[in-house]
């Protein structure tokens, strides 16, 4: 039977300085998993504006089952001006309220959250009250609760975030949020220890790290770690590449893959969208695996 996830948070507009992109960590994560034949349902929220409708249209083009997406009169759409300056680093600064600030309770959505297979969460739609409150309505009937911290400064603060760390069952974050967050509450020497830190604390199923260019490892709550170095890219943007590891990863996992060739579809899904432009470009599993294949066939440089 083919697994049923549920993504709930952001979806907005990604200003570039020649182009906007439709965009949003949770909305990205959930077209990748759509991409992959997942059953994927979509809570957010646009506003009843230009931006919204052709959200919803971009949505509907990539599969995405729209019927979770609320339609707010009193919010715009939500948008984001990124500054692609550092290819490797993008920021984006974000417009505060919109939509997805005031997603409602549905207790038709709740169902759909108790029924899946895993529950996809984010920090930054717990920014306000009424999506957060919605969001910890909907994390309770959740079997299993997969927290991609996506820290986007000044949207976010310690409490919030260890809170939504409580609730999780699988933590996804990178090297720079694994350092802040860890840093509040203790000292580490490297990566390894600061992830079974964090995995103990919370009592977490799962603890998935990326490191860029040096690739990610995964530790377990049994004690199982994997890590693979990445694969070289010339690298177009780094917009959405976390989005499609996190997606690749998930879709690998729910699956039934081992946890070694997760951890390398995802790496190579994430290495693959960062060599292109924007954080959606078209692809398919055969396109991860063929890149999988010809990146093993390239000499080791010593």
């Known amino acids: 039977m083919t697994p049923k996830l549920t993504v709930f948070g952001e979806v907005l ?11 949003g960590a949770t909305m990205n994560v959930a077209a ?35 019927q979770w997406v609320q339609t707010g009169e009193t919010h715009l759409t939500g948008i984001a001006k990124a500054n692609v300056s550092d290819s490797n680093e993008v920021t984006y600064k974000i417009l505060h309220p919109v939509a997805w600030d005031y997603i409602q309770f549905d207790a038709a959505a709740a169902q759909q959250v ?31 609760r997969v927290f991609d911290v996506n820290l986007r400064p000044p949207h976010y603060s310690r409490e919030q975030v260890l809170e939504l760390l409580g609730f999780a069952s699988i933590v996804k974050m990178n090297e ?36 860029g260019a040096e690739g990610a490892m995964v530790l377990t709550g049994s004690g199982e770690f994997h890590q693979h170095p990445g694969f070289t890219v010339e690298v177009a943007d780094t917009i959405g590449s976390g989005d499609a590891f996190l997606g690749a990863f998930l879709y690998q996992t729910a699956t039934g893959h081992p ?24 692809f ?8 999988i294949h010809a990146q093993r066939l390239l000499p080791i440089i010593h």
Not at 121 to 134: F, I, K, V
């Open 13 to 23: 507009w990604d200003v570039l300085p020649d182009a906007r992109l439709a965009g």
């Open 32 to 66: 990748h998993l759509q991409r992959y034949g997942m059953d994927v349902a979509f809570i957010s929220r646009v506003g009843h504006d230009e931006l919204g409708a052709e959200l919803l249209t971009f949505m509907a083009q990539h599969g995405l089952d729209t």
């Open 114 to 144: 108790a029924e899946s297979d895993f529950f996809v969460y984010g920090t930054l739609a717990a920014r306000d009250r009424t999506s957060r409150e919605t969001l910890l309505r909907y994390l309770t009937p959740a079997p299993v």
């Open 176 to 211: 720079h949020e694994l350092r802040e967050v860890t840093g509040w509450l203790t000292t580490f020497e490297n990566e390894k220890q600061a992830m079974a830190y964090i995995l103990d604390r919370f009592k977490l199923d799962m603890f998935v790290l990326t490191c």
């Open 259 to 282: 946890l070694a060739e997760s951890l390398e579809f995802a790496c190579a899904a994430g290495a693959f969208v960062a060599g292109k432009a924007g954080a959606l470009p078209t």
């Open 284 to 291: 398919s599993e055969t396109d991860i695996q063929e890149f």
